[in-house]
């Protein structure tokens, strides 16, 4: 159980396109998912927590005009990298949360973005 | 500023030791702790949940939390080479995790 699943799992792009990245809870109802980024030897970054039907709420710094994110469902939650620079070239990783209670979090396999 | 913390490593023991991971956070109202283990290039994944203080075992793995001292720490018995990888450590603030910057393991066979 508690199977979240993310797609695509790579994507190459040229500078200044639009990127989707799609994150589904497969065998759960997720209220909350969340977006990571990870860019090489460096730790998890938490960009933004999505909550199904309401906007979501980003961290310091992640420009939400640029990392738009919809959470449509209780199963799906995408992540839309608009204008993609070369530096947005990363890791990025969602995870989602049971609708239980447990605070456990539960991650997809991640998308590996190269903007070339 | 919520800071989680542990030794960067790498950290490397040899086949059927035990390896011993720490982790300090620095907000004394957190509830809710969590260790993910990461090979090189895949996502985290989920090893041990610990809410309370003391130990919680679950297999090779053993996880100890003493919130005065405001620390966590996750310990492998019996390390083995697929054991390699990083191991991070996530706190849960508010409903969201911060995660240490993670510390290398490497079992040597």
């Known amino acids: 159980g508690a199977v979240v699943s993310q797609h695509p799992s790579r994507v190459i792009c040229k500078s200044g396109t639009s990127v989707k990245i799609e994150c589904r809870s497969l065998?759960?109802?997720?209220?909350?998912m969340f977006w990571y980024r990870q860019f090489p030897k460096q730790s998890l970054m938490l960009m933004a927590t999505?909550?199904?039907?309401?906007?979501?709420?980003?961290e310091q710094g992640v420009e939400k005009d640029k990392f738009l994110i919809n959470h449509a469902s209780l199963t799906l939650s995408t992540l839309t990298v608009t204008s993609a620079h070369p530096e947005d070239s990363s890791f990025y990783i969602c995870?989602?949360?049971?609708?239980?209670?447990?605070?456990?979090?539960?991650f997809g396999p991640g998308t590996r973005l190269t903007v070339l | 500023q919520k800071e989680v913390e542990q030794n960067s490593g790498p950290l490397s023991v040899p086949e059927g030791a035990i390896a011993s991971l720490n982790c300090t956070y620095s907000?004394?109202?957190?509830?809710?702790f969590f260790w993910y283990r990461q090979y090189s290039g895949k996502s985290p994944e989920l090893i041990m949940s610990?809410?309370?203080?003391g130990d919680k075992e679950d297999g090779r793995f053993t996880a100890q939390l003493n919130k005065a001292s405001q620390y966590v720490s996750l310990l492998i018995r019996d390390s083995q080479p697929s054991d390699s990888a990083t191991y991070l450590c996530?706190?849960?603030?508010?409903?969201?995790?911060?995660f240490g910057t993670g510390t290398s393991l490497t079992v040597i066979p």
């Open positions: 907000d004394r109202v957190s509830q809710s």
């Open positions: 995870s989602a949360r049971t609708r239980t209670g447990s605070m456990e979090q539960f």
């Open positions: 999505s909550n199904e039907g309401s906007k979501a709420t980003y």
């Open positions: 065998d759960f109802q997720a209220t909350t």
């Open positions: 610990i809410y309370s203080n």
């Open positions: 996530a706190v849960n603030f508010g409903g969201q995790f911060y």
